[in-house]
């Protein structure tokens, strides 16, 4: 299982999505939108300078809420077999103006 130490979140909802890195330095992308939650990985950790996807590391789906755009981080890191180490920093949205 996968290991977050770090966990940012960079949107509420449509989508709700988190930059995450876990215990090696590896990046990954958390996006949930219309009903699917997906996990990504990327060569670089540094998600301004993305080489590229890596890979997708896990998937799920709500079928019968298609029009989902919202999910609490801990909902999302079980349905999606992640979680996060016991000192985590996890950081919350906080918009620019």
């Known amino acids: 299982m996968i290991t977050l130490v770090r966990v940012v979140e960079t949107c509420r909802a449509c989508p ?3 930059d995450a890195w876990d215990t090696e330095g590896r990046y990954y992308y ?3 939108r219309f009903g699917q939650g997906t996990v ?3 060569a670089n950790p ?3 300078t993305w080489d ?3 890979g997708g590391v896990a998937q799920f789906a709500d079928p019968d809420e298609p029009m989902r755009g919202t999910i609490e981080l801990t909902e999302f890191l079980h349905r999606a077999a992640l979680r996060l180490a016991p000192d985590a920093e996890v950081v919350a ?3 620019t103006s």
Do not use: S
């Open 16 to 18: 709700a999505q988190w």
């Open 30 to 32: 958390l996006r949930y």
């Open 40 to 42: 990504d990985t990327y």
């Open 46 to 48: 540094d998600p301004e």
């Open 52 to 54: 590229g996807v890596e």
């Open 93 to 95: 949205y906080a918009p």
